[in-house]
């Protein structure tokens, strides 16, 4: 069974940062990819990055590219998201999602279906301040 248990949010205030985890089990690390979506009271979900578990390759949402780093310790079977120069936009709850990705789909495709369709687990509220 696919478990994940996201965790770092918190309160900063605008130009500062935040470092998100996302602790996986329940499935072998290297086979999946994992990324996490966000979601704002009253607003759709967002894709924001996505990571593969074979080989690191990731992919970002545009208006997270160049402030956003995903990375992943295999070891330790986390990813972790840094989120640096945040804006209050980017205030919303932050989830990490999972899916078998030893097909190796595209980053835009394994994005859009991890934040709609992916597993998935509690998520982590991340509040920013101007």
């Known amino acids: 069974e696919v478990q994940l248990q996201a965790s770092g949010g918190g309160l900063a205030q605008a130009g500062g940062f935040l470092r998100l985890s996302c602790a996986a089990s329940?499935?072998?690390?290297?086979?999946?990819?994992i990324g996490w979506f966000r979601q704002a009271p009253g607003k759709e979900r967002e894709g924001v990055s996505c990571?593969?578990?074979?080989?690191?390759?990731?992919y970002y949402a545009d208006f997270v590219k160049g402030r956003f780093t995903i990375s992943s310790d295999n070891a330790k079977n986390t990813v972790y998201l840094q989120m640096n120069n945040l804006t209050p936009e980017d205030t919303a709850v932050y989830y990490c999602a999972a899916k078998d990705n030893r097909v190796k789909y595209s980053g835009t495709y394994l994005l859009r279906f991890l934040t709609n369709f992916g597993s998935r687990g509690q998520g982590t509220l991340v509040t920013v301040s101007s």
């Open positions: 329940g499935f072998t690390f290297d086979d999946y990819a």
């Open positions: 990571i593969s578990g074979s080989d690191g390759d990731s």
